[in-house]
């Protein structure tokens, strides 16, 4: 029920296409664009071929909304999070703090299937390290759950003693002190690490609202 009434809404923010071509992905846009495809065969067999394009830097500076191309022509777009209608179903777009969380394609029959990334983007790259390597594949990712896993408790208790020991919150809670004291090239390396590693997951649409942030930049569904 909640989740009919979300697409309703979202439904209702998508706007017609202008017709334009769909540009192609360059290396350079590894940091500011996501570029997705499906393919939907209709009862009569016509393909229809979709894309789903997203500007980071336009999320960012602007707001974030999501392209929809059909057959390379722009079809619609819409403000994140967004549920495109399309032959079959509808595609799910949701923008997290590093890229997208969510882009799936849900049939009528409520099965999900995530988009295939453009073979040139960072998450097309991923995804090709997955298929060749999965071994490699399934260590990195574990491996950035660790690590964020681990920052978080380290950095918790840390955050907690600089919080308290603001003026206006010690005088109701008193300063607490942490037992966990880090070098600051320590903190440094776990920042660093931390943000490489939800990058990473990012890149696998893996989300977690502890671990990854919280919600949608755009909650208006």
């Not at 009434?5 to 996501?34: F, H, M």
């Not at 500007?55 to 974030?64: G, I, K, Q, S």
């Not at 819409?78 to 969380?101: N, Q, W, Y």
């Not at 955050?159 to 919150?169: G, Q």
């Amino acid at each position: 029920m909640f989740k009919d009434w979300r697409r309703r809404r979202a439904v209702k923010k998508i706007k017609p296409g202008d017709g334009r071509a769909l540009k192609p992905y360059r290396w350079w846009q590894w940091l500011s664009r996501a570029l997705y495809y499906l393919k939907v065969t209709n009862h009569d067999g016509a393909v229809h071929a979709y894309a789903v394009d997203v500007d980071y830097w336009d999320c960012l500076l602007n707001e974030a909304k999501a392209d929809l191309y059909l057959n390379g022509e722009h079809h619609a777009e819409s403000k994140l999070p967004a549920a495109f209608p399309v032959t079959g179903g509808h595609i799910e777009v949701r923008m997290g703090p590093l890229g997208l969380k969510r882009c799936h394609f849900i049939t009528e029959g409520d099965t999900e299937h995530q988009l295939r990334p453009d073979p040139d983007s960072a998450e097309g790259h991923r995804a090709d390290l997955d298929r060749k390597h999965p071994v490699l594949s399934r260590w990195i990712g574990r491996s950035s759950l660790i690590f964020l896993v681990v920052a978080l408790l380290l950095g918790i208790p840390q955050v907690v003693e600089l919080v308290t020991s603001w003026e206006v919150i010690a005088q109701y809670t008193g300063t607490w002190r942490s037992p966990i004291q880090l070098p600051e090239w320590l903190n440094l390396v776990l920042i660093v690490g931390a943000i490489i590693a939800s990058v990473e997951r990012a890149l696998r649409m893996r989300h977690n609202w502890l671990l990854d942030g919280g919600g949608d930049l755009d909650i208006d569904f």
